[in-house]
């Protein structure tokens, strides 16, 4: 059965004024969802990536440079991301508007995963 990536984006700046109950409220709303997909057998995993912090890799010539990011500049950045089974993409998108992030700060982002053969 195909796999898919929920990529969820989320504003820079989106949480900069909640306090501890209302991130708590959030938090809630996200596992009940992951629960719920899970018990369907259709969720296979899933993280939040922390906000600050990583670096990212490029390619300059014959050289990899190695900066911090994502970018303090950027308005948006990917906050983490589940990892959904479905019978195609648009079960995978069907299961992607149900997910609490769509209605609390950002973008989903549905990527099929790409079987390798080896």
Do not use: N
Not at 33 to 45: E, H, I, N
Request: hydrophobic letters at 40%; glycine letters at 10%.
């Amino acid at each position: 059965m195909p796999r898919y990536m929920l990529l969820l984006h989320e504003s820079t700046t989106q949480d900069e004024d909640l306090g501890p109950e209302e991130i708590q409220a959030i938090i809630a709303r996200y596992v009940a969802w992951s629960d719920a997909l899970r018990a369907q057998g259709k969720l296979l995993g899933g993280e939040k990536l922390k906000d600050r912090g990583g670096r990212v890799l490029r390619r300059k010539g014959d050289e990899v440079v190695v900066r911090d990011g994502p970018y303090a500049e950027a308005k948006e950045l990917i906050g983490g991301y589940f990892l959904l089974e479905a019978t195609d993409e648009a079960e995978a998108v069907a299961l992607a508007r149900t997910c609490p992030h769509l209605e609390l700060c950002g973008t989903v982002e549905v990527r099929e995963i790409e079987e390798v053969t080896q």
